[in-house]
């Protein structure tokens, strides 16, 4: 097999079967172990970096969002009959928004998503933070988002790690007059939606956004599937796949057994939208 494009994982070959982009959250970690996973079902996966490698933003701050669409038309390329997006986080965040705007994108799976389009994470190409610039970008403009309320503070202990769930509730109200513009407009996208998230997030509102997207896909007439768990937080567990590292950095809710039980209860839908209703 040729070498991947930079920044591109090796594709993760199954039969031939669905194609599948897996996206990380703001680990930035390329995702081989999902990959894997999707693989033994008979799909081939692709991770691609998103931000960090070279020549991309240090942080996600403007990201293009045609750094995804890239990596869809690669798996495009093989001739795929199905394109699936499975995104966790600010991966899930990219997900969605890919769903709108690239109209090949077939099935999108979103772990622990948001509703809105958030500010930066981290440094930009010139290297600074603030003020605050949109996670996205599109043909060149930065996606309407809401902007981080700093007034915020962590409790807790210094040194301990931090849930920042509060940070982006806060920012919700604080911001409020934004919230309409940079919600993600997944009435617009035509791909098949499964949702999963948990109620125990704690970095966050992941369960309430969860609700936000489906009541929006329901009143446009559109499929979609919510699979929640009270006990799960941030970060689901698919089997095969190992526990979440621990974090010194970030709470995220949950615990190992609800965040495996939530990602077992949702495998079979996950495998079913991936593969469609035609996968034989």
């Known amino acids: 097999m040729a070498a991947p494009a930079r920044g591109f994982s090796p594709l993760r070959y199954g039969a031939a079967g669905p194609n599948v982009l897996v996206l990380s959250g703001s680990s930035g970690r390329i995702e081989d172990e999902r ?16 931000f960090g490698g070279p020549g991309q933003p240090p942080g996600i701050c403007e990201v293009p969002l045609e750094t995804f669409v890239s990596a869809t038309e690669l798996l495009r390329s093989r001739g795929a009959r199905r394109i699936g997006v499975l995104g966790v986080s600010k991966g899930a965040e990219a997900a969605l928004h890919l769903s709108v705007l690239d109209p090949g994108t077939d099935a999108v799976v979103v772990l622990s998503p948001t509703s809105l389009t958030w500010a930066n994470i981290g440094p930009g190409r010139d290297g600074r933070t603030r003020p605050y610039r949109s996670s996205w970008t599109w043909r060149g403009e930065g996606l309407p988002f809401v902007p981080y309320d700093d007034s915020w503070t962590p409790t807790g202990a210094e040194g301990d790690p931090v849930a920042v769930l509060g940070w982006y509730e806060r920012s919700r109200r604080t911001f409020a007059d934004r919230l309409d513009a940079a919600a993600i407009p997944v009435e617009r996208s035509a791909a098949d939606l499964l949702i999963v998230a948990g109620g125990d997030d704690a970095m966050w509102p992941s369960l ?73």
Do not use: Q
């Open 35 to 50: 990959c894997r996973i999707l693989a033994r079902e008979g799909m081939t996966a692709l991770s691609v970096r998103w």
């Open 208 to 280: 309430r956004c969860a609700e936000d997207l489906a009541a929006r896909r329901r009143a446009a007439g559109l499929p979609v599937r919510v699979i929640a768990r009270a006990d799960a937080g941030h970060r689901p567990r698919f089997p095969g796949e190992g526990p979440a590292p621990v974090s010194e950095r970030f709470l995220h809710g949950g615990s190992p057994v609800a965040d495996a039980a939530l990602g077992a209860a949702a495998w079979p839908y996950v495998l079913d939208v991936l593969r469609g209703p035609d996968d034989t």
